[in-house]
């Protein structure tokens, strides 16, 4: 659960009029705490929050973090912070279109804060990127706050599409080389988690890859404990459908654990460490941060207990049989009178 708390013991994030309590601005012993499983609380001091509002959908707000830069909260949950954020994204996108042998175009699934889009637009071989989000006030939030995706959102490239990911996919001809899923997090109750089901995979997905496409998707926490919340279910389900899976993971610090992807095709995924260097110096401008051949083969190699998990997991993620990542947010309100 997300909350933001005070050193006088006033919690504000659960929606109590405190008088006097200022949320906006500067206010030195103002802290962030997000409930990760029960019994363990993670928790960062706040410079300010900078806005909160909610949608038809989800509730958001945008912090100002001492550790993290900017982050972004989605109903109570860390979506993403401006210090680490290019691991996650960095993660989510190259390895899947640096296997693919020529990635024309793209589909993202979700993605309304613009950083997926942000990477995949410095793909030489990209000449169309579509991004499917539902939430049309996250979109405009993200590209009003998030000025390092601005850039992003102005290329024309970028095709914007407000609307539910497996209706558009269902009702689209075209066919594309890659699909990203850059979804939340599958909360119980929340908007995303229809689209880690096998049968999304199956009659959404892959009828709308091309022959040799690649479906990649974020799969939540991948930790020695965490794994086994949707990771590995995420894992096998994908295993039903698709001839070549692979699942990897990386310590992402603002999330406080290790996260997990899922990337799968009828085409093999097998390049080494040399041949994604080399792809890299020939299709992505500028440097990446985060990800090179060695990060992949290392990130790919998951622990013993990790391994045995996914190798044991039994579990296909449907809509009856939905498994949920720990916890719910709670909204963040300005409680100023």
């Not at 640096?98 to 000449?127: Q, Y």
């Not at 390092?148 to 914007?160: G, H, K, S, T």
């Not at 080494?272 to 260097?277: G, I, R, W």
Request: proline residues 4%.
């Amino acid at each position: 659960m997300g909350d933001i708390s005070c050193s006088n013991g006033i919690s504000t994030g659960n929606g109590t009029n405190v008088k006097g309590l200022s949320l906006k601005g500067y206010r030195k012993s103002c802290w962030y705490e997000e409930e990760i499983e029960e019994n363990l609380r993670w928790s960062f001091a706040l410079n300010s929050i900078l806005h909160t509002g909610a949608t038809q959908y989800q509730e958001i707000a945008l912090l100002d973090t001492k550790p993290f830069g900017k982050a972004l909260v989605i109903d109570g949950k860390l979506q993403s912070a401006e210090v680490d954020e290019f691991i996650y994204h960095e993660s989510l996108v190259h390895p899947a279109l640096l296997h693919h042998p020529n990635p024309k175009t793209i589909f993202i699934m979700g993605g309304g804060e613009g950083s997926t889009a942000r990477e995949l637009l410095r793909h030489k071989t990209v000449d169309k990127v579509v991004m499917c989000d539902i939430d049309e006030e996250v979109v405009e939030f993200c590209r009003s706050y998030l000025e390092v995706n601005r850039e992003a959102f102005c290329d024309p490239r970028l095709e914007l599409i407000i609307n539910d990911a497996r209706a558009e996919l269902e009702n689209r001809n075209e066919c594309f080389d890659v699909i990203i899923g850059d979804l939340a997090d599958p909360i119980e109750g929340g908007p995303c988690y229809k689209l880690y089901t096998k049968s999304f995979y199956e009659l959404a997905v892959k009828p709308r890859l091309n022959q040799g496409g690649i479906f990649v998707t974020q799969a939540g926490p991948a930790g020695i404990f965490s794994h086994t919340e949707v990771f590995s279910c995420i894992f096998n389900t994908l295993k039903q459908g698709f001839k070549y899976v692979v699942p990897y993971s990386a310590h992402i610090p603002s999330f406080a654990d290790t996260w997990g992807w899922v990337m799968a095709s009828d085409a093999p995924l097998a390049l080494s460490a040399e041949d994604l260097d080399l792809k890299i110096k020939q299709r992505i401008k500028g440097e990446n941060r985060y990800f090179d051949g060695k990060t992949f083969s290392s990130a790919s190699i998951l622990s013993k207990a990790v391994r045995q998990s996914l190798d044991n997991e039994t579990e296909v993620y449907t809509e009856k049989t939905a498994r949920f990542i720990y916890g719910h947010g709670t909204a963040f309100k300005d409680n100023q009178d």
